[in-house]
């Protein structure tokens, strides 16, 4: 039986905090050494005019925790051509720290749980030229292994 005082654990807090937050993500191509920060601009603040406007996550100058990887990248697909052939062909990562997805996942996985589903000290962390403090996630292929192996067997001498 569980006390009535246990809190839930800290890791499903932590994500379900973030997903209502607005967020700024430096989307790093390791293909191009392009970086496209998502917003684009600083969000612009006028109150008096823009008073009953609120955030809705389906517009490109917010982005929430619970926006998907795939709507992540649609502001600057257009811009990365390589972006748009390695999504079709399943050869595409995003990682973040320690956390990886798969291009397949994109369409289901929140940003979220990509940047917080880590400790805080190995989430990547930038400031932007406009002042923004900005997560960096960064766009590619999984590194090559340190002892990798020729993939065709070659045989010295013969029969």
Known sequence: ???????PPMKWC???????EPLTILF??????????VPANAEHVDVENNYYDEPNGD????????TTLKDSVKSFKAREPTLFLMEEC????MHCGNNTVCGS???MTMVCHLVYEQPENLIPRVTLDDGRHAVVITLGTKGDPLNK?????SRVGGP
């Open 149 to 153: 192996k020729p993939s065709v067997v």
């Open 59 to 66: 517009d490109m100058d917010i982005l929430i925790g619970s």
């Open 90 to 93: 399943g050869g595409i990562e």
């Open 105 to 107: 996942e994109w369409d």
């Open 14 to 20: 932590c994500i379900n905090k973030h997903k209502n």
């Open 1 to 7: 039986m569980l006390a009535g005082n246990v809190a």
């Open 28 to 37: 790093h191509c390791t293909w191009s050494g392009k970086e496209y920060p």
